[in-house]
């Protein structure tokens, strides 16, 4: 079926340090990967997308890096600040269906 | 400004009432979406839109409807027949339908909060 499933559900990390969040899919036709960091209370904001043609994309401190073969695309977040607490949503677009489905959340904390 | 504005920014229910999310657009968008999230899980699809005049059920439509009878407006009623409407909506846009390459990327709204008293 349609599904992505993404992990971790919860992360804490230390200011400065890195963040790996990571989403796994089952359609391997699937070509299109978006992120969403969204705020308390808001809307979620597009950070970084990725196709199928790339394996890794890149925007300053946030990277995103996609294993076909495996099945699988990572959120990448280095020297992590205050303003990326937040919570951030994996999607897919799977060939099959005009739509996105998206992934359940990681809610990122940063510790001072 | 160009971007998608969503209102009220929280709205309460009484048993048994019909109530109407408002969404506006004004990037000119041709697809539009409801979503809904509830704590701690992701979002799912109500009903989308391609065009004017024109609208898909998404995974959960039981209880909703839609129209679409302007390119910048999709506004989302909760029916009665929704037992649980308690959840965070958001609605989004897209120049084009997924699978329509780089014109599928969705900008979203800043939500409204249904709440039933």
């Given at each position: 079926g349609e599904n992505v499933e993404q992990h971790p559900s919860t992360l804490s990390v230390q200011e400065g340090d890195s963040a790996v969040i990571k989403c796994t899919y089952s359609d391997s036709a699937s070509n299109y990967f978006p992120w969403y960091k969204q705020e308390l209370g808001k809307g979620p904001q597009l950070i970084i997308d990725i196709r199928s043609n790339v394996g890794e994309k890149k925007d300053q401190r946030i990277a995103v890096t996609l294993n076909k073969t495996a099945k699988h695309f990572s959120l990448h977040i280095t020297e992590t600040q205050p303003e990326d607490s937040a919570v951030y949503f994996c999607a897919v677009r799977y060939s099959s269906a005009s739509k996105i489905i998206f992934g359940s959340g990681t809610r990122l904390s940063i510790r001072p | 400004d160009g971007g998608i504005t969503q209102s009220p920014k929280y709205l309460f229910r009484k048993e048994g009432q019909n109530v109407t999310l408002s969404c506006e657009q004004n990037l000119n968008h041709d697809a539009m979406y409801w979503y809904r999230q509830d704590p701690g899980q992701g979002l799912r699809l109500i009903y989308y839109s391609q065009i004017v005049n024109d609208f898909q059920k998404g995974d959960i439509a039981e209880g909703y409807s839609v129209s679409r009878e302007k390119k910048e407006s999709f506004p989302l009623t909760v029916t009665?027949?929704?037992?649980?409407?308690t959840a965070f909506y958001l609605c989004a846009s897209s120049i084009g339908l997924p699978g329509q390459g780089v014109t599928e990327t969705q900008y979203f709204g800043p939500g409204t909060r249904l709440l039933v008293l």
């Open positions: - | 009665s027949a929704q037992k649980n409407p």
